[in-house]
């Protein structure tokens, strides 16, 4: 006996379910991993390190509704993310800046490319690749061209299986270049990690009398949506009470409209004596024939307390999804291009014939959510939810 029921235990699921539990809510919630947490999900490895199972998570924000929640099931330590990025045999930071600058030209064409930039858009300020590659001004437009070849035009063919052109501009305005001598990876005014990681905060979140967690068990053959009916079975029989579903919607349709594509991933994870690169992530902007992946992340790196003796790496391959294959099977990114975004759009109306079913999280809204962002997301539509 429950009145809403949620498919996944990510951020999205776990978030709306604790505080629709809160609300006085009985909620079952069916997560087809054997644990909670998502992509978010972290465990120690043999080598005492805390490893991202998923890919490395870094949590960074500026919203203070997400930190109070999740203070509410963790403590927290500073951590300030830096990346390097390998460029023409050097490690330079990245997001390209100042010191980028410095790194790559020689020091008095340096001099004068920082002193354009800086005039032109003002210390401090951000600036999107695409946008920078619009200037007229023939420096501007010699330091874009170099940024474009040296950090984007490879890691997002090798990330993305489509050249930026492609893909929504939103992609690589991510990673804006950084008219800035500020090395960190992100300027969010709160940047720290949860103190015993991110598996602990969802233990936490679920620990409610009100919430069921069913771990082990792919929900979709239990659900059946009927658009046309405006209803949604569960096991069989019409469930009135809200559905909340963060899985691909194209599974739960039957694929009736055609497979959306997904990005895919794919860790090689390698263990080594004592440390192995100077930050926690260095990305890999080369031709995949240089290089066949994107990044490399160290995981005690990311850790409260790191062991000294050995450490543990993730060598990151991106794939294109594909269900049956053997690497790259999880859907891990939506693919922001302009069909992709079309198809979406064809499930998302056979989801809204459905007014019980609510598409929540990155994969089934489609959209490129940080974890700050779906706290505060699924936050949101709970309060709105339980009004
Ligand atoms: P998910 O975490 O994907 O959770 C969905 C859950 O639903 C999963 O557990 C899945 O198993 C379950 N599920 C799906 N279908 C079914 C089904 N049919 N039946 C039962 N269960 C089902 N964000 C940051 O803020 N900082 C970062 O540094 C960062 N790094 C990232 C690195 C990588 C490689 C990736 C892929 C993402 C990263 N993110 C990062 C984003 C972060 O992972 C997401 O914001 C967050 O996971 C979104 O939560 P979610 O609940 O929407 O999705
Ligand atoms: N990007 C790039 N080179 C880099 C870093 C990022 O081309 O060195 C682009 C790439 O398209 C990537 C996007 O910027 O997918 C967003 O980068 P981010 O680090 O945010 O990716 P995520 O951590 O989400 O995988």
Redesign the pocket.
Known sequence: MFDVLV???????STAARRLAEGGKKVLI????AHVG???YDEPDENGVLRHV???????TDSTKAVEFLSRFTEWFPYEHKVLGYIEGKLVPIPFNLHSIEACFEPEKAAHLRKVLVDTYGMGTKVPILKLRESDDPAIKELAEFIFEHVFKYYTMKQWGYTVDQLDPAVTGRVPVSVSEDDRYFGNSFQQMPAEGFTQIFRKMLDHPNIEVQCG????PRLKPLPEEGKILWDGEEFTGPVIY???LD?LFGYCLGELPYRS?WFDVQSHAGDYQPVTTVNYPTPAEQHGYTRISEYKKLMKNPPAERTTIAVEYPFAYDRSAEKGNIP??PVFTEESQEKYRGYKELADQIPNLYPL???AEYRY??????TEHALEFAEELLK
């Open positions: 498919i996944g235990a990510g951020f999205a699921g069916v997560e087809q991993r998502g992509n978010a998923y890919g490395p998570h870094i949590f960074h068990e792919n929900a979709v963060t899985g691909i599974e991933l891990y990114y999280g990155r994969l959510y940080d974890m700050d962002k779906i």
